[in-house]
């Protein structure tokens, strides 16, 4: 069974800075995030990326196909993973009323390959989204 989570926050930059660093595939500084390989596009645009990352005390493999409307909707999902049936979702960015800030929103749906009680799959799937979260507000300082 899938469990979704969702978070939002409000980020101190535009949104054409907030998708820069969105999309800078694999650079995210997310502490669980231990590498990352684009298989095709590109930095800043719809691409395929492999990536090397810690969970649930083990350093798991698996491709993601990120799709990206610039500046403002970004969608994911799973192609492959042996620990992973599913994590798909999407990242939205809304600009607030005068244009300097954004209003993030990240949705994401996890489910692994191997039996999990519900709570420990939600608590994972927050972890990743905190952490995608927090990882952007110190990220997007670089792309301004």
């Not at 800043?44 to 799709?67: C, H, L, N, P």
């Not at 500046?71 to 979702?89: P, Q, Y």
């Amino acid at each position: 069974m899938s469990d979704q989570v969702s978070e939002s926050d409000i980020i101190e930059a535009p949104p054409e800075t907030v998708f820069k660093a969105f999309t800078a595939w694999g650079s995210s500084g997310a502490s669980e995030m231990k590498g990352a390989e684009i298989l095709d596009g590109a930095v800043g645009e719809s691409a395929t990326v492999r990536y090397q990352m810690s969970a649930f005390g083990k350093v798991i493999q698996y491709v993601m196909r990120w799709d990206a409307t610039p500046n403002t909707l970004v969608t994911f999902h799973l192609i492959e993973s042996s620990m992973l049936k599913a994590m798909d979702g999407e990242f939205t960015i809304e600009p607030t009323s005068d244009g300097t800030q954004s209003k993030c929103t990240f949705s994401m749906t996890v489910d692994t390959a191997f039996p999990i009680p519900a709570i420990f799959k939600k608590r994972a799937a927050k972890s990743i989204v905190n952490s995608m979260l927090l990882s952007l507000h110190h990220s997007v300082h670089g792309f301004e």
